[in-house]
């Protein structure tokens, strides 16, 4: 079965660092991968997708995501954080029209 | 254009009670989707729409959930007689018809709280 897996619970970053997030996935054929992030009070906001092609992809918000196959992950990438990107993070792949999600990574920015 | 609406934004509602969650989804969009969070758990699937029809609603908890989706518009999940176990975020998602892998809109989510 297809499952995502996000290691890390929680990440506190400096504004200005630069964050990396980890997505793990585990399935049979290519996948298709997403990247949502969920601010405070707010909904889920796509951030980029991956279906094919191109295995770095370019999202909203100044993120990116690189594919890499040989080791299963699709980590989420941002060179310079801002305070607004505290946030809520989930890493998910779809397979016959349902989504499945990792547990997610919040992300904690510091002055 | 108006993304996926979804009401109420917060309910609080007493074991045993009935609650109606509803969701507008993007217009236009054949497929749509219930999605559940509870505290300190992953989002989880509930259960799929394709217009009026449910294609797949092997998420869906128990027989104390029920959704539905008249006419192909919008839709909405009732919960009788709600659970403690029933609190957490519902999201409502929409997608465009296609194979499969469509992306998915969501909506700002209903928190749900059962005392």
């Known amino acids: 079965a297809q499952s995502v897996t996000q290691p890390d619970i929680h990440i506190t970053v400096s504004e200005g660092a630069s964050l990396e997030l980890r997505c793990n996935y585990s399935?049979?054929?290519?996948?298709?991968l997403f990247w949502y992030v969920q601010s405070p009070g707010q909904g889920l906001q796509l951030l980029l997708k991956?279906?094919?092609?191109?295995?770095l992809v370019q999202g909203i918000k100044g993120f990116e995501a690189e594919f890499k196959r040989s080791q299963s992950s699709f980590n989420l990438r941002k060179p310079s954080v801002h305070w607004s990107d505290a946030a809520e993070y989930f890493c998910a792949v779809v397979w016959d029209y349902k989504l499945s999600f990792g547990a997610g990574t919040t992300v904690t920015v510091r002055a | 254009e108006a993304g996926v609406t979804q009401f109420p934004s917060h309910s609080v509602i007493e074991k045993g009670q009935t609650v109606t969650l509803r969701c507008d989804p993007i217009s236009g969009h054949d497929n749509l989707y219930w999605y559940r969070r509870v505290m300190g758990k992953e989002i989880k699937f509930l259960l799929h729409?394709?217009?009026?029809?449910?294609?797949?609603e092997s998420g869906m908890p128990n027989n104390r959930f029920l959704a539905e989706r008249t006419g192909g518009t919008y839709s909405t999940l009732k919960v009788q007689p709600a659970e403690l176990e029933d609190s957490g975020v519902y999201f409502c998602?929409?997608?465009?018809?296609?194979?499969?892998?469509?992306?998915?809109?969501f909506g700002p989510g209903t928190r749900l709280l059962v005392l």
């Open positions: 991956y279906f094919s092609g191109d295995t």
């Open positions: 729409f394709v217009k009026e029809s449910k294609q797949d």
């Open positions: 399935y049979g054929a290519t996948p298709y």
């Open positions: 998602a929409s997608s465009q018809a296609g194979q499969g892998a469509e992306t998915q809109y």
